[in-house]
Antibody
Framework: QVQLVQSGAEVKKPGASVKFSCKTS????????IHWVRQAPGQGLEWMGL????????TYAQNFQGRVTMTRDTSTSTVYMELSSLTSEDTAMYYC?????????WGQGTLVTVSS | EIVMTQSPATLSVFPGERVTLSCRAS??????LAWYQQKPGQAPRLLIS???TRAPGIPARFSGSGSGTEFTLTISGLQSEDFAVYYC????????FGQGTKVEIK
């Protein structure tokens, strides 16, 4: 079955960068975009961007332009997201989600805590 | 950016009741709208795609309707496991979410 398994929780200091992963299985990796969505504590869902695993092309939300980088490794069917210049406002759960137009499968989330 | 507005923010209901959640888009998204359910500590789960198509395994008590700018999610006969937060999501032009409606026990 389709699965998206994300890497574990991270604790970072303000100004640092964080990179985490989303390993996919159960489908053809290059056929579906992967999106990243974040959710601050007690808040709603915020779209961050997407990567096309086939060619590596990306589209980022304007709020994250210049701070986010999405990459993929086709040999392991894994996508990565790196977020730089972290502030306390980046403390959130970060989800990857498989694009079928809508999001038919989500990862379990990676909690990122930014604290001095 | 297309802004999605959900109402109400919170809905207090008795088990067994029928509930209707609303989602409005700032401009037309055609039928490119999904609904998700999220329970505490869990990732969102797809309920409805293309405004009215139930995802596999979703009970028939969940139904979606609407097109353009006005959408509704109806839950007929609320079960205890349905108390959660519900989000609408447009994928017509980029991707944006509503702020969510929390369905709580009255």
């Amino acid at each position: 079955q389709v699965q998206l398994v994300q890497s574990g929780a991270e604790v970072k200091k303000p100004g640092a960068s964080v990179k985490f992963s989303c390993k996919t299985s159960g489908y053809t990796f290059t056929k579906y975009y992967i999106h990243w969505v974040r959710q601050a504590p007690g808040q709603g869902l915020e779209w961050m961007g997407l990567i096309n695993p086939s060619g590596g092309g990306t589209t980022y939300a304007q709020n994250f332009q210049g701070r986010v980088t999405m990459t993929r490794d086709t040999s392991t069917s894994t996508v990565y997201m790196e977020l730089s210049s972290l502030t306390s406002e980046d403390t959130a759960m970060y989800y990857c989600a498989k694009d079928d137009g809508w999001y038919d499968c989500w990862g379990q989330g990676t909690l990122v805590t930014v604290s001095s | 950016e297309i802004v999605m507005t959900q109402s109400p923010a919170t809905l207090s209901v008795f088990p067994g009741e029928r509930v209707t959640l609303s989602c409005r888009a700032s401009r037309s998204v055609s039928s490119n709208l999904a609904w998700y359910q999220q329970k505490p500590g869990q990732a969102p789960r797809l309920l409805i795609s293309d405004a009215s198509t139930r995802a596999p395994g979703i009970p028939a008590r969940f139904s979606g309707s609407g097109s353009g700018t006005e959408f509704t999610l109806t839950i007929s006969g609320l079960q205890s496991e349905d108390f959660a937060v519900y989000y609408c999501h447009q994928y017509n032009l980029l991707w944006t979410f509503g702020q969510g409606t929390k369905v709580e026990i009255k």
